[in-house]
């Protein structure tokens, strides 16, 4: 049997080579459904301690990248023991950066982050106008829009397609998440938002606060 807090420990500590010497040995020993979940669920609870690391300074933008790739890839290789049995994903997120920015480093490190946590992820790409993420929105049907913008004017237009969402009568039906360097409480207020977070790590966390009282 797996060590699931020590396999939890090495995903937040990013020692590729240990967790994958883990995994492997567990994939061999022909683990059950239930033992594969708990095994998923281990190395999500890794992505917390990578969070954490960053939040206090100890790990960088570099490491989030590859904190994303490193869950990524583990999460696809036990979800492949599953096949259609793999529980469900958490939710689902469109994601997109907004109109008149075209910056998507942020952007894709929370896409990493939250699909290794377990989402699906709709990435519309960058400088998406309110129309692009309105038709996303309507055919998708996410839980949650997540918005990017590091440039000043990208309040604007997160303003704009907030409002968007309001006339379409959408705005209801889903919880919203600004993100980037040009992103504040205070813009996050005047935006129409629902919250805010530079941290990407961070931001999984509100994500997954919301998709766990929505269950409720």
Not at 66 to 92: M, N, P, Q, V, Y
Not at 136 to 165: C, H, N, W
């Amino acid at each position: 049997m797996i060590d699931t807090e020590k396999l939890t420990q090495l995903v937040g500590e990013l020692d590729e080579e240990a967790v994958n010497l883990m995994l492997d040995r567990f994939i061999i020993s022909w683990p059950g459904p239930d033992d594969v979940r708990n095994v998923i669920e281990a190395c999500r609870q890794g992505m917390e301690i990578v969070g954490e690391n960053f939040k206090k300074g100890e790990y960088f933008v570099g490491d989030l990248i590859f904190a994303g790739e490193l869950l990524s890839g583990t999460i696809e290789k036990l979800d492949s023991l599953l096949g259609s049995d793999s529980g469900g994903c958490r939710g689902t997120i469109v994601l997109g950066t907004v109109e008149g920015d075209i910056h998507d480093i942020g952007k894709n490190i929370f896409k990493a982050m939250v699909e290794a946590a377990g989402y699906k992820v709709i990435d519309i790409g960058i400088d998406q106008a309110p129309a692009a993420f309105i038709k996303a929105v309507q055919e998708y049907k996410p839980d949650i829009l997540g918005m990017s913008g590091v440039l000043t004017l990208s309040i604007e237009s997160m303003k704009r397609t907030i409002q968007a969402l309001i006339d379409a009568g959408l705005r209801d039906t889903i919880k919203v998440i600004i993100g980037g360097n040009a992103v504040s409480p205070e813009a996050c207020g005047y935006s129409g938002a629902d919250a805010c977070s530079r941290n990407a790590a961070e931001a999984v966390k509100i994500c997954g606060n919301w998709v766990e009282k929505a269950t409720l």
